[in-house]
């Protein structure tokens, strides 16, 4: 059972790893289009000094993913580290577009809660968390009438968040689901090995328990004398005691042999 | 009034239950017992283990070896008209068990079996 979990929270660890290099290399890669199309139709400004620090904070957390031994701390932790910057980032980066150039509000915010639910790793409270945080501050910056002016919102933008949590649920049961599963498997692998056993020793004992059986039988018929008689007869009492444990080790075995 | 067979064919790899078998058939009254550990040792005895009336096979003689039921598809490819018997030990899924119970005209006895029940394979009714 030990050995299936351990194999269960290697693979957990892979695909966590997996997970939060793929985020890294989006977050990279997002933010260098980000800052070259800002730079395109906005001319640049303090929010690409941003993007690119965010390029190269992602750029070193897919490096630390890629070299470090995964653990659930590390992968977490990198996690954490790639995706926290993005709440202030993400509010600088709004305010920094007017809304009147939008065809959409928030849309950073959409995707980035899209992100988080489909790829946050192992940990289910730091997903929440991130998507709260991300609520929040859509809902501020609403309510400070800072963006999400356009109509629909921030119902649309908190809608998003709503399906984000409900993925990221999902996920997390699924993820508790299979690790019950695989639980259950191998106690019932483990249980089917010790029953097997059980009726190997069994199978393994009959004979000479035969043997001890019909030699006692003969010796009861040959010796004469009461004292060797009751020798005899503590054996034979023996040997039903042996058989009735062989016939108990056999009382589960729907495939038992019936005398 | 019940008789008992002249001659029984015995074939266990423990030595011990061979004998054990052969001396409870020789109380009951049967006269000649042909003992073997293996299809090699039953083929070796040749003429008196095919004119046994009655074979007594385990049906695990071992490791990697031939099994009792070999040694029956031997017995009666060569002409042995006697009565088979499966003694075992094993469950009734076991591989060699379910073999054994698709040979025709063959009983199978569990083991442990009792004194009575062994001297009742050999006794026929007169």
Same mark, same amino acid.
């Not at chain 2, 002249?6 to 006269?31: F, H, K, N």
């Given at each position: 059972?030990?050995?299936?979990?351990?194999?269960?929270?290697?693979?957990?660890?892979?695909?966590?790893?997996?997970?939060?290099?793929?985020?890294?290399?989006?977050?990279?890669?997002?933010?260098?289009?980000?800052?070259?199309?800002?730079?395109?139709?906005?001319? @640049?400004?303090?929010?690409?000094?941003?993007?690119?620090?965010?390029?190269?904070?992602?750029?070193?957390?897919?490096?630390?993913?890629?070299?470090?031994?995964?653990?659930?701390?590390?992968?977490?932790?990198?996690?954490?580290?790639?995706?926290?910057?993005?709440?202030?980032?993400?509010?600088?980066?709004?305010?920094?577009?007017?809304?009147?150039?939008?065809?959409?509000?928030? /849309?950073?915010?959409?995707?980035?809660?899209?992100?988080?639910?489909?790829?946050?790793?192992?940990?289910?409270?730091? @997903?929440?968390?991130?998507?709260?945080?991300?609520?929040?501050?859509?809902?501020?910056?609403?309510?400070?009438?800072?963006?999400?002016?356009?109509?629909?919102?921030?119902?649309?933008?908190?809608?998003?968040?709503?399906?984000?949590?409900?993925?990221?649920?999902?996920?997390?049961?699924?993820?508790?689901?299979?690790?019950?599963?695989?639980?259950?498997?191998?106690?019932?692998?483990?249980?089917?090995?010790?029953?097997?056993?059980?009726?190997?020793?069994?199978?393994?004992?009959?004979?000479?328990?035969?043997?001890?059986?019909?030699?006692?039988?003969?010796?009861?018929?040959?010796?004469?004398?009461?004292?060797?008689?009751?020798?005899?007869?503590?054996?034979?009492?023996?040997?039903?005691?042996?058989?009735?444990?062989?016939?108990?080790?056999?009382?589960?075995?729907?495939?038992?042999?019936?005398? | 009034?019940?008789?008992?067979?002249?001659?029984?064919?015995?074939?266990?790899?423990?030595?011990?239950?061979?004998?054990?078998?052969?001396?409870?058939?020789?109380?009951?009254?049967?006269?000649?017992?042909?003992?073997?550990?293996?299809?090699?040792?039953?083929?070796?005895?040749?003429?008196?283990?095919?004119?046994?009336?009655?074979? /007594?096979?385990?049906?695990?003689? @071992?490791?990697?070896?031939?099994?009792?039921?070999?040694?029956?598809?031997?017995?009666?490819?060569?002409?042995?008209?006697?009565?088979?018997?499966?003694?075992?030990?094993?469950?009734?899924?076991?591989?060699?068990?379910?073999?054994?119970?698709?040979?025709?005209?063959?009983?199978?006895?569990?083991?442990?079996?009792?004194?009575?029940?062994?001297?009742?394979?050999?006794?026929?009714?007169?």
């Amino acid at each position: 059972v030990r050995s299936e979990e351990q194999r269960l929270d290697d693979q957990e660890l892979t695909t966590g790893r997996r997970q939060t290099i793929t985020a890294a290399a989006v977050a990279a890669f997002g933010n260098l289009l980000g800052a070259f199309l800002t730079t395109l139709f906005y001319g @640049g400004g303090f929010g690409n000094s941003l993007r690119y620090a965010h390029a190269t904070l992602s750029a070193l957390v897919m490096v630390l993913a890629l070299v470090l031994p995964p653990t659930r701390r590390l992968i977490i932790s990198l996690w954490a580290i790639e995706t926290a910057p993005l709440l202030p980032l993400l509010v600088v980066w709004t305010l920094a577009v007017p809304e009147a150039k939008m065809s959409e509000s928030f /849309i950073a915010f959409k995707m980035v809660l899209m992100g988080v639910a489909l790829l946050t790793p192992l940990s289910l409270w730091l @997903g929440l968390l991130l998507l709260a945080g991300l609520s929040i501050l859509t809902v501020a910056l609403w309510a400070m009438h800072l963006a999400g002016n356009l109509p629909g919102e921030p119902w649309v933008t908190l809608f998003y968040a709503v399906f984000a949590v409900a993925l990221l649920v999902q996920r997390d049961s699924e993820r508790r689901l299979t690790r019950r599963l695989v639980q259950a498997n191998a106690e019932a692998s483990a249980l089917e090995r010790i029953a097997r056993s059980s009726l190997a020793v069994r199978d393994r004992m009959n004979t000479p328990l035969q043997t001890l059986a019909l030699s006692l039988e003969l010796l009861d018929g040959r010796v004469s004398d009461a004292e060797t008689r009751e020798l005899v007869s503590r054996m034979r009492r023996a040997v039903v005691k042996l058989t009735e444990l062989s016939t108990r080790l056999a009382e589960d075995d729907p495939h038992k042999l019936e005398p | 009034m019940t008789a008992v067979l002249e001659s029984v064919l015995i074939v266990d790899d423990d030595e011990d239950l061979r004998d054990s078998v052969s001396d409870v058939l020789a109380t009951a009254g049967v006269r000649r017992r042909v003992l073997a550990a293996s299809l090699l040792e039953v083929q070796r005895q040749g003429d008196a283990a095919l004119h046994s009336q009655l074979a /007594i096979l385990d049906v695990n003689l @071992g490791e990697a070896q031939p099994t009792g039921v070999d040694v029956s598809r031997w017995l009666r490819d060569n002409g042995f008209g006697g009565a088979i018997v499966f003694l075992t030990g094993h469950a009734a899924t076991d591989p060699r068990v379910v073999a054994a119970a698709n040979v025709p005209n063959t009983r199978i006895v569990p083991k442990p079996c009792s004194l009575n029940g062994l001297v009742a394979l050999v006794q026929v009714a007169s």
